[in-house]
């Protein structure tokens, strides 16, 4: 058998088909898939390569498969780093849908460039595919040419058992507070009697599966008791009141925010608790938040 191209580029119309279908398979099933390892690791270095180099004596085929692997390493982090200058983020959809965009359109790039070449000067590939004669071998020759082949497929199979059968991720759920403005700052640490402070209640679920979660806000008297052993003054609970609780059902990847008001009628030194509770399980707070409160 015998592969050539050089009139027409094959490389790169198969490059910009594989980029096209594996973009929208991985999109439409909303994961990864071991078809997509191309896409970050090759085939955008591959193009660019194509784009810079499109005569056939230039770079030989060694040098160009090594500077596409290169390329694409350093191309794909400089777009992720686009991403975090725009509204979308680096998120997945995103993320897959910059990469084949780059790809196609410098693809084509690449394609007008060769194409405007005369026919012997365009990078051209010529591979020869022959089935060996069994006979002309000697019993050492097969012997490790069927080591050699057995190798190669346990070596493809674990690979494959690998890449297939992931170990499950680490799953954990984000429980945060934020300020009434939506940041990390200006919380209502000082308040009047009855003067309502407000913060955003926060869960982000990365739990793998729908978790029901609960949450409890304790209002909570203290006070500031000094440590003669530690030497640090330490926070004794001298009251505690359950001011609300709510249930929140979120899928895995969903977050969940609302805002929280509450008033304090007495002054002196509080506690305002969040406690957070999975899956009907109140032996123990999942997550705990706290905000202390001077009112006067």
Same mark, same amino acid.
């Given at each position: 058998m015998r592969l050539h191209f050089r009139e027409r580029p094959w490389d790169l119309i198969v490059a910009v088909g594989y980029v096209t279908f594996v973009a929208a398979t991985v999109l439409a099933v909303g994961g990864g898939n071991p078809l997509a390892i191309l896409l970050v690791l090759f085939v955008p270095g591959y193009v660019l390569v194509a784009v810079l180099f499109p005569e056939n004596r230039e770079v030989d085929w060694i040098e160009r498969i090594a500077l596409s692997f290169g390329v694409s390493i350093a191309v794909v982090p400089l777009l992720g780093l686009f991403l975090i200058l725009t509204p979308w983020g680096i998120?997945?959809? *995103?993320?897959?849908?910059?990469?084949?965009?780059?790809?196609?359109?410098?693809?084509?790039?690449?394609?007008?460039?060769?194409?405007?070449? /005369? /026919?012997?000067?365009?990078?051209?590939?010529?591979?020869?595919?022959?089935? /060996?004669?069994?006979?002309?071998?000697?019993?050492?020759?097969?012997?490790?040419?069927?080591?050699?082949?057995?190798?190669?497929?346990?070596?493809?199979?674990?690979?494959?058992?690998?890449?297939?059968? *992931?170990? *499950?991720?680490?799953?954990?759920?984000?429980?945060?507070?934020?300020? /009434?403005?939506?940041?990390?700052?200006?919380?209502?640490?000082?308040?009047?009697?009855?003067?309502?402070?407000?913060?955003?209640?926060?869960?982000?679920?990365?739990?793998?599966?729908?978790?029901?979660?609960?949450?409890?806000?304790?209002?909570?008297?203290?006070?500031?008791?000094?440590?003669?052993?530690?030497?640090?003054?330490?926070?004794?609970?001298?009251?505690?009141?359950?001011?609300?609780t709510f249930n929140v059902t979120l899928a895995d990847g969903q977050n969940w925010t609302q805002p929280y008001t509450f008033r304090i009628t007495d002054p002196g030194l509080w506690k305002v608790q969040f406690l957070l509770f999975k899956d009907g399980d109140f032996s123990s707070a999942y997550h705990e938040l706290h905000l202390f409160v001077r009112v006067q």
């Open positions: 998120r997945f959809i *995103p993320l897959v849908g910059t990469i084949a965009v780059f790809t196609v359109g410098l693809g084509y790039a690449a394609y007008w460039r060769r194409m405007r070449l /005369p /026919p012997d000067k365009r990078l051209s590939l010529t591979v020869e595919i022959a089935v /060996p004669n069994w006979t002309e071998y000697g019993g050492l020759d097969k012997g490790l040419t069927i080591a050699l082949s057995a190798s190669i497929i346990v070596a493809g199979g674990t690979l494959a058992y690998v890449v297939l059968t *992931p170990p *499950p991720g680490e799953t954990f759920t984000q429980f945060y507070i934020l300020g /009434p403005g939506g940041n990390a700052s200006v919380y209502p640490t000082a308040l009047n009697i009855s003067q309502p402070g407000s913060v955003i209640l926060g869960i982000a679920s990365h739990e793998a599966t729908t978790v029901t979660y609960n949450v409890r806000v304790d209002l909570i008297g203290v006070r500031l008791v000094y440590n003669t052993t530690s030497g640090f003054n330490e926070t004794v609970e001298l009251n505690r009141t359950t001011w609300s």
